[in-house]
Every structure is written in C-alpha cells, then in structure tokens.
C-alpha cells in the first residue's frame, strides 16, 4: 500500500511539472488603458477597482498563484473572458455589457465566490455592495438601456 502511495505522489508531482510546460496562462500583459466610464462618484470607482478591475480593466494584478499551471490557466481565462465582457479601460471601445454590470453584483455572481476568497479586499459588505450597485446604475444604466436587442 505505502508503494502505491509514493509512486501515486510521484506521478503526481512529475504531472504538475509537466502541466507547467503549457504556454496558456502566463500572457500577463495589461494593455494601456484607453478610457474609462465617466464614474458618477469617486467611490463608486473605488468599489469597481476592489471587486472588478481585477478581470474587467487592463489594471490586472497578477498574484503569485497565477503562474502556476493549471491554476494559471483558469486565472488567464477568468481575465480574458472579465475583458471580453466588459473592460472598464476600454471604455467606449466596441460593445460593452455595462447595462447588465449592476444586475450581476445585484444576482450576486459578481464577484465570483472563488475570487473573494483569494482576494479578501474584494469583498464588499452589504452596505458596499449596495453603493456599488447604485453607482453602476448611475455610471452604466441599467439591463435594457441603450440595447438594441
């Protein structure tokens, strides 16, 4: 049994060496930042820099965790999905899903469960996150505004 156990550990250690191999995942580059929304309230950018700007701006911090495969390759595709979606330094550029900015904070899938863990900062209380939700309405609009669909 103690056999099984060690080369099971070495099989999984040779693994995640290997998986480090995969080129996804380490395109940590932060384009300059065209322009952003006209915030309607300092803080109201404050809270969207804390819960957003880390997959929705071109203001990425990439933690040490984020050049480790395959946590890497789930924290790019976070990233680049977030700036697909809506990218408050592209502001202005292309399509946006502003509108549907506050509804996500409202449903509660924005912040994602596994980002506020791994980045307390971004936790907003009740209080923030109402704040948050006002401001985006007021800077964004709401779901339905300004869509052509």
């Keep these: 049994m103690k056999r099984i156990v060690v080369a099971g550990i070495a099989v999984l250690v040779v ?5 480090q191999a995969v080129p996804y995942g380490r395109n ?8 952003e929304p ?3 309230s300092p803080r109201t950018r ?6 957003c700007y880390a997959c929705h ?6 933690p040490w965790y984020s050049n480790l495969a395959p946590v890497s390759w789930l924290v ?7 700036r697909a979606e809506l990218n408050f330094s592209e502001w202005g550029a292309g399509e946006q899903e502003g509108g549907e900015a506050a509804e996500t904070v409202v449903e509660g899938s ?26 985006l309405q007021a800077t964004l609009g709401t779901d339905g505004e300004g869509d052509d669909d």
């Design 15 to 19: 693994l995640l060496v290997a998986v």
């Design 46 to 51: 404050d809270l969207a820099v804390r819960a």
């Design 28 to 35: 940590h580059t932060n384009p300059p930042v065209r322009a």
């Design 76 to 82: 790019q595709y976070d990233v680049d999905q977030g």
């Design 110 to 135: 924005m912040p994602p469960w596994f980002y506020v863990i791994l980045n307390p900062e971004g936790r907003l209380s009740a209080a923030e996150r109402q704040a948050l939700i006002t401001g």
């Design 57 to 62: 701006s071109n203001e990425t911090t990439w």
């Design 38 to 40: 006209a915030w309607d």
